[in-house]
């Protein structure tokens, strides 16, 4: 095995690296304050290729491979867990989406303005009566001549209510799913209720309303009905780069601790000193280490387009839970101060825990690794 990088692919990171730090970090607060999502820095992330990671340069986009876009998601998650939820959103599942399953036309009209970012891109799969079990969703569809109307919620929809456009999947009746590109000025189609939740609060989670939304023909992705495996293909690869997102929370967290415990003094001494102090930040040190081999690992097979379903699951599973185990360890060694918003840790710890959830919840990845081992040969 190799464990080094391409210049590349550092020069990538890097770039990403000092732009985090300089235009992230000191506006991380303020944004999770405020609430919104600062779509004025939209254009910047854009510049750097960020709103079209894995998109052919043919597009407009990046075409960086799935490693170097891990490498990017470590970055931003290290600077703002809503920043690079929003980025990954737009690439993992929106994009991810259209490069799965999308035909050449639809390619042609829909991946470059999303890769120039002159709008964010959302995915729609989750009902307020379905999560884990995706192909019970309650919205449904009718054919009316060539087009299709669309009637149903999504909820817990990151960027639904500031994108520009959406891929929604959409009940095909007998546990099928069928997805279609909508752009937001499609009639019958508007954000919802926006949610409040306890971390990311920079980023945009919201319901999505069709009523009696009516789309071409054209405008579906995929085969009638059969979009479940695309489904399943776009969750592999989000389930990467959330896994990434998520050691750079944690990582984020353990460096404030570490040079924290190295300047606060107690008893006369460093409590870097202190053999219980250097315990808690070895193990985070350590978890967020192995996370990061199995997410590159993972990574590494789906470049080499060999199967990856359960590297994936286990990286993402490993990593969420590694780097929230990595906060809440880094909270504690900053004690009394760590439970303030004086040091951005609580916040971290708030973000770290949706990367349980979010893209297939701990449980599921559990399954997902448990049939793999069972399956017949």
Known sequence: MRFGYREDQLL???????????????????????????????????????????VPQEYGGAELDMLTSALVMEELGAGDGSIALTVAAHNSLCIG???????????????????????????????????????SVQSRL????????LTGTKQFITNGGVAGF????IGAGDRR?????????SPGFRPGRREEKMGLHASDTAQLILEECRVPERDRIGRDGAAFEDVKRVLDRGRIGIGAL????????????????KERRQFGRPIAEFEMIQWKLARARTELDAARLLVHRAASLADARVPFTDAAS????????????????????????????????????????????????????????????????
């Open 12 to 54: 990538v990171r890097d770039t990403v690296r000092d732009f985090v730090r300089t235009r992230i970090v000191p506006n991380a607060d303020a944004w999770n304050e405020k609430g919104e999502f600062p779509l004025d820095l939209l254009p910047e992330l854009a510049a750097l290729g960020l709103t079209g990671l894995a």
């Open 97 to 135: 989406h259209l490069l799965a399953a999308a035909n050449e036309d639809q390619k042609d009209r829909w991946l470059p303005p999303l890769a120039r970012g002159e709008y964010l891109g959302c995915w729609a799969l989750t009902e307020p009566a379905s999560g884990s079990d995706a192909v």
């Open 142 to 149: 009718r054919r009316e001549g060539d087009d299709y109307v």
């Open 166 to 169: 959406a891929v929604v999947l």
């Open 177 to 185: 799913l069928t997805a279609f590109g909508v752009p937001r000025a």
């Open 246 to 261: 998520a050691i750079g929370l944690g990582r984020a967290s353990v460096e404030i601790a570490t040079a924290y415990a």
């Open 314 to 377: 286990k990286a993402k599973l490993y990593a969420s839970e590694a780097a929230t185990r990595a906060a809440d360890s880094s909270l504690q060694v900053l004690g009394g101060y760590g439970y303030l918003r004086d040091f951005p840790i609580e916040r971290h710890l708030r973000d770290v825990r949706l990367m349980e959830i979010g893209e297939g919840t701990s449980e599921v990845q559990r399954i997902v690794i448990a049939r793999e081992m069972l399956r017949a040969d």
